[in-house]
């Protein structure tokens, strides 16, 4: 089945830089990769989505990139705010995204002001 | 709310009793998940339903775990003779088809003591 490694576990960046964080799955068959980003206490709410037609999506401050060959994708958040800090999560699944999601451990996200 | 609904939000039980939990799916929406997320981890895939059809379910799912979803509409999940390591979140999301976003309800918090 499919594993999926997320880094780093905690990140804690300076408010108005970037944050990136990485993924890599083990199975070729996945071609959606999709960001949760869940607060303390709270349900998992998608931010970003990418499928494996496409190298690189951008919404805004959020970004992610595909590298399908190193089956490793990434989220990049520039100009960061209090309001970004969370867990977030990667997931892949296959079937577009039919079938069940494996996620990631998690990256708790943390702005400093 | 128009949102993914789940009941109860909580749910305190001793060991060996059986528990019940509702997902209450956004209106229309054909596909259901179930999810168990445990401290400090990404939800793991449980078992997932395109209407009333259960499609797949996860080596995580065993014998004590039953899921349904019989008008195609709500589902429940209903575990037997609960253990401690049954402790954890359990969510439930819902999406409009194959290829759409999975949206996640608040879940369930269930605690065997």
């Known amino acids: 089945g499919e594993n999926v490694e997320q880094h780093p576990s905690t990140l804690s960046v300076q408010e108005g830089d970037s944050a990136v964080i990485k993924c890599t799955y083990s199975d070729s068959a996945s071609n959606y990769f999709p960001w949760y980003k869940q607060e303390l206490g709270k349900r998992p709410q998608l931010i970003i989505d990418i499928r494996s037609n496409v190298g690189e999506k951008k919404d805004q401050r959020i970004a992610v990139t595909l590298n399908k060959t190193a089956k490793h994708f990434s989220l990049h958040i520039t100009e960061t705010q209090p309001e970004d800090s969370a867990v977030y999560f990667c997931a892949a699944s296959s079937g577009g995204g039919a079938d069940g999601l494996t996620f990631g451990k998690g990256t708790h996200l943390i702005i400093q002001p | 709310d128009t949102g993914v609904s789940q009941d109860p939000r909580h749910k305190i039980t001793k060991r060996g009793q059986n528990v019940t939990f509702r997902c209450d799916p956004i209106s229309e929406h054909n596909r259901l998940y179930w999810y168990r997320q445990t401290l400090g981890q990404g939800p793991e895939f449980l078992t997932y339903?395109?209407?009333?059809?259960?499609?797949?379910k996860s080596r995580l799912l065993s014998d004590r775990f039953s899921a349904e979803r019989p008008k195609g509409s709500f589902s429940t999940l209903e575990i037997q003779r609960t253990e401690q390591g049954d402790s954890a979140m359990y969510l439930c999301?819902?999406?409009?088809?194959?290829?759409?976003?999975?949206?996640f309800g608040p879940g369930t918090r269930l605690t065997v003591l």
């Open positions: 339903f395109q209407n009333e059809a259960q499609l797949e």
């Open positions: 999301a819902s999406s409009l088809n194959s290829a759409d976003t999975q949206y």
